[in-house]
């Protein structure tokens, strides 16, 4: 069954869903969407996520959207199927889901209000709130400061095996290293930058910035 993943390739909850796709080599099907004029708005694809933002998968006749929900589902029904991304025992796996969370809680709004400032607002003609920009980077090194802790104890962060808790920060983290002016915010945390350099080192995520 080849999995349809609406939404573009260059968003990065898409990037999310696509990267582990790939890692557990999975078929799909890409349905971009023209976002900019509102095809995530529209009567049909609110059918499909109420919300109206991406991704959206369809799995023969099972529907799925929140990136972090898909790409949990899928490490699980594929579990044997290309790359291990839960761990390999029950506690294992409890590590994953803790950092997903972290990820989720703690990482991921300070890193978002980064990017979309920086990175969207300017090409959308919107304002740019730099004291929001400014907080943001504060909350985000704290957490950064955590990660490099955890990161000087294990090579990746649920442990010795590349995981979804890895997976989770790489589109985000991809802007703030390439796009925004922060990649110092990675490499200035040895074991960070360590990290990064691997987890966007691997052959899945070079196909995903092909896409």
């Not at 919300?51 to 029904?77: C, H, M, N, W």
């Not at 960070?192 to 995520?205: E, G, K, M, Q």
Request: hydrophobic letters at 40%; a negative charge.
């Amino acid at each position: 069954m080849v999995v349809k993943v609406h939404g573009p390739a260059f968003a990065s909850a898409t990037r999310r869903v696509l990267l582990c796709l790939i890692e557990k080599e999975i078929e799909y099907e890409m349905l971009p969407l023209d976002m900019l004029n509102g095809a995530h708005k529209t009567p049909e694809f609110l059918k499909l996520q109420p919300f109206g933002v991406v991704p959206v998968i369809q799995d023969g006749d099972y529907t799925l959207y929140e990136s972090r929900a898909i790409i949990r589902y899928y490490a699980e029904k594929y579990k044997s199927q290309g790359t291990e991304l839960l761990g390999r025992t029950i506690e294992q796996r409890g590590v994953v889901e803790q950092w997903l969370e972290v990820e989720g809680q703690n990482y991921h709004q300070p890193i978002y209000d980064i990017i979309v400032q920086l990175k969207f607002h300017p090409k959308m003609g919107k304002p740019v709130d730099m004291k929001l920009v400014e907080e943001s980077e504060e909350k985000l090194g704290k957490v950064l400061d955590i990660y490099e802790e955890r990161l000087s104890e294990s090579k990746y962060l649920a442990g010795d095996f590349f995981s979804l808790a890895d997976l989770s920060h790489i589109p985000f983290t991809h802007y703030l290293v390439n796009d925004v002016g922060k990649e110092y915010m990675i490499r200035d945390r040895k074991n960070v930058s360590a990290w990064w350099d691997d987890i966007t080192s691997r052959p899945a995520w070079k196909k995903v910035l092909q896409l």
